[in-house]
């Protein structure tokens, strides 16, 4: 059982069987205890960028990579992409 796991059962159980109590039973630190509880309500400081990047990725095509050819400079045969140097318009 990790850490957060622990935390979880302690904040469901805490009003019954007390902190103390319940931290030895788990075998979980105080200190460790209190930071799972910071980290859980902090949040994911990250998680607008996952949900843009997802939105990107979901009106892309859900192509994530290298552009092809027609994205970025309107050809539509693959013979004038320069793979050699994986750029576009041979720069």
Same mark, same amino acid.
């Given at each position: 059982m990790s850490n957060r796991e622990k935390?979880?059962?302690v904040e469901e159980l805490r009003g019954e069987y007390g902190l103390g109590r319940l931290l030895a039973m788990l075998g979980l630190r105080r200190s460790t205890y209190?930071? @799972?509880r910071a980290v859980v309500a902090a949040g994911d400081k990250y998680d607008e960028l996952r %949900?843009?990047?997802r939105g990107? /990725? @979901?009106s %892309? %095509?859900?192509i994530w990579g290298r552009r092809p050819p027609a994205a970025c400079? %309107?050809?539509t045969t693959p013979s004038l992409w320069? /793979?050699?140097r994986r750029s576009c318009c041979g720069s």
């Open positions: 935390t979880q059962v209190y930071y @799972e %949900g843009r990047i990107l /990725f @979901e %892309g %095509g859900r400079c %309107g050809w320069s /793979f050699r």
